[in-house]
């Protein structure tokens, strides 16, 4: 498989045929269809589609759809519109936590390719630099500093996907069966868990995030 990432592949051109489209198009043809049906619906030829060419002309861009999944993420990416790093490093990392979970929930496709996918483009490594300027003063080391930059994207791209599942009903099917597994009596400590009475309300995003960056790189 081709070791060299997408963005640094010169595009391919046709013998005699002026090129018809931009790399740029072909990924914001592929986002909006992902919008629109959902990942699974993104493949070359649907994509053409799209764009009203045939799907042999758009490798002359991308070499194969995992090209075109990491063109869509780092796209997306480039909708963080973030502050000048400045200030305390916590308040500075979970507004880029903040920025992400809204994209995220605006492209519902986007938390399942960063938990699946360790693309790192022009708009990622962008966020990066963002993340270690923030962290530029702490003492932590380089590596835990590329840790939690991983953790962090990680962890936003797997809440916002529960809250997404949340959302299609996931939550209250999920609610159905443990009330059902209560009623059955076969797990007492669970049963305990949900009817103890003394359940506190789930820690929100920012909540969650800033325990969770306390933990790995400390007050």
Not at 20 to 45: N, P, Q
């Amino acid at each position: 498989m081709e070791a060299v990432p997408v963005w640094l592949r010169e595009r391919r051109t046709g013998v005699g045929r002026p090129a018809e489209r931009s790399r740029s198009e072909v990924t914001t043809a592929a986002i909006a269809l992902a919008d629109r049906e959902g990942l699974a619906a993104v493949s070359m030829r649907r994509v053409a589609a799209e764009l009203g060419t045939g799907a042999a002309s758009l490798y002359r861009y991308v070499d194969r759809r995992d090209d075109l999944l990491d063109l869509m993420t780092d796209e997306v990416v480039a909708g963080y519109q973030l502050p000048a790093p400045g200030g305390p490093w916590l308040p500075g990392l979970l507004e880029v936590c903040r920025q992400g979970r809204e994209l995220m929930r605006r492209h519902g496709w986007l938390p399942e390719l960063v938990l699946t996918r360790s693309a790192l483009g022009p708009h990622g490594t962008d966020l990066l630099e963002h993340v270690l300027a923030l962290l530029a003063e702490h003492p932590a080391s380089v590596g835990r500093k590329l840790e939690a930059f991983a953790v962090m994207n990680a962890l936003t791209a797997a809440l916002t996907l529960n809250e997404l599942n949340n959302d299609s009903g996931a939550l209250q099917r999920q609610g159905a069966y443990l009330a059902h597994t209560v009623a059955a009596g076969r797990h007492p400590h669970l049963t305990a868990a949900l009817t103890g009475g003394s359940l506190e309300p789930a820690p929100q995003f920012e909540d969650t995030m800033s325990r969770v960056l306390t933990g790995l790189l400390g007050d």
